[in-house]
């Protein structure tokens, strides 16, 4: 699902319930008018679930979603999509090649997410894993989106954030779509809802994995305000490079409200911006070829 031109674009107990949930928010919503890469160059082996213990009661549980929750048919095409936006030559490639300290680092930062929500294994029993990909070629904008489970991360975003949390809150939300099958969801949901109604269900999903990312980003140990500064980020962004906000995303403004107001009613543990490893990714970063233009593709 597509983080930006914008920054951006219940718990579903049974097939039944969710059908139930997704069409009651999708009205309620209309009545109310609102890869890993093959070679990551690892420092260190992947952290494992049992390196972050339960932190009392600053400790979170996350929600996630089973893809085997969902009709076989749907399962089928997801894993079909999953084969085809992988692309393991071709997308990996230019990462490896360009970035591979860049690569370690969003990996690493994506590890520390999934581990310290005790994601791992649930993620592991899935039709296929979520893998995380870094696009060091040149693009038009800083980006990241999650396509059946290829997390995708533009350098562009890693040079427009300002900490390794804002980053951290951008992985998440994109996460989040991944641990919530909010593309299993708009799928099984597609010849049942009209196309208007579709997109509302995919705006209610950004507000969903807004509030996931908070989740994931204190269980990790990181700064939950700077899911607010990301998107301040990128709303100035859009400001000067006059960008409009995605048809599929709800305004960057009205995210900022909502996440400001969530972390305001939620005692979150308090955590210090981590800096260390930045300055030395964006410098890989600004040395790329600057014939590595890439071209991005849309939903």
């Known amino acids: 699902?597509?983080?930006?031109?914008?920054?951006?674009?219940?718990?579903?107990?049974?097939?039944?319930?969710?059908?139930?949930?997704?069409?009651?928010?999708?009205?309620?919503?209309?009545?109310?008018?609102?890869a890993t890469a093959q070679n990551n160059f690892p420092e260190a082996p992947p952290l494992a679930d049992e390196d972050f213990p339960p932190k009392d009661e600053h400790y979170i549980v996350s929600r996630f979603v089973h893809h085997r929750?969902?009709?076989?048919?749907?399962?089928e095409r997801m894993n079909a999509f999953n084969q085809e936006f992988a692309r393991p030559q071709s997308?990996?490639?230019?990462?490896?090649?360009?970035?591979?300290?860049t690569q370690r680092y969003i990996q690493n930062i994506s590890d520390r997410l999934i581990s310290a929500?005790?994601?791992?294994?649930?993620?592991?029993?899935?039709?296929?894993?979520?893998?995380?990909v870094v696009t060091c070629s040149i693009v038009e904008f800083p980006d990241a989106q999650m396509k059946a489970g290829i997390l995708e991360v533009s350098a562009e975003l890693v040079q427009l954030l300002h900490s390794e949390d804002?980053?951290?809150?951008?992985?998440?939300?994109?996460?989040?779509?991944?641990?919530?099958?909010?593309?299993?969801?708009?799928?099984?949901?597609?010849?049942?809802?009209?196309?208007?109604?579709?997109?509302?269900?995919?705006?209610?999903?950004?507000?969903?994995?807004?509030?996931?990312?908070?989740?994931?980003?204190?269980?990790?140990?990181y700064d939950t305000s700077a899911a607010v500064d990301a998107?301040?980020?990128?709303?100035?962004?859009?400001?000067?490079?006059?960008?409009?906000?995605?048809?599929?995303?709800?305004?960057?403004?009205?995210?900022?409200?909502?996440?400001?107001?969530?972390?305001s009613r939620i005692s979150f543990p308090k955590a210090s911006r981590r800096l260390q490893g930045l300055e030395v990714v964006k410098h890989e970063i600004e040395l790329r070829p600057q014939s590595a233009v890439g071209a991005r593709e849309d939903d």
Request: aromatic fraction near 6%; glycine fraction near 4%; charged fraction near 20%.
């Open 166 to 221: 804002e980053i951290a809150a951008v992985l998440a939300h994109e996460m989040a779509h991944f641990t919530l099958a909010h593309e299993h969801a708009v799928l099984e949901s597609w010849h049942r809802l009209p196309p208007f109604a579709i997109n509302r269900l995919r705006m209610w999903h950004e507000q969903e994995a807004d509030a996931e990312s908070l989740v994931l980003l204190a269980n990790a140990g």
């Open 91 to 101: 997308l990996r490639a230019v990462g490896q090649a360009l970035c591979p300290k």
């Open 231 to 263: 998107l301040r980020a990128f709303r100035d962004y859009m400001k000067v490079n006059e960008l409009q906000s995605s048809s599929r995303h709800p305004q960057v403004a009205f995210r900022i409200e909502v996440l400001s107001q969530r972390i």
């Open 1 to 34: 699902m597509r983080l930006v031109k914008s920054m951006t674009m219940g718990n579903f107990q049974r097939r039944s319930s969710r059908l139930c949930s997704l069409t009651c928010g999708v009205l309620a919503s209309l009545i109310l008018g609102s």
């Open 117 to 132: 929500s005790h994601l791992r294994a649930r993620m592991n029993r899935n039709d296929y894993p979520m893998t995380v």
């Open 69 to 75: 929750e969902f009709p076989a048919e749907v399962r």
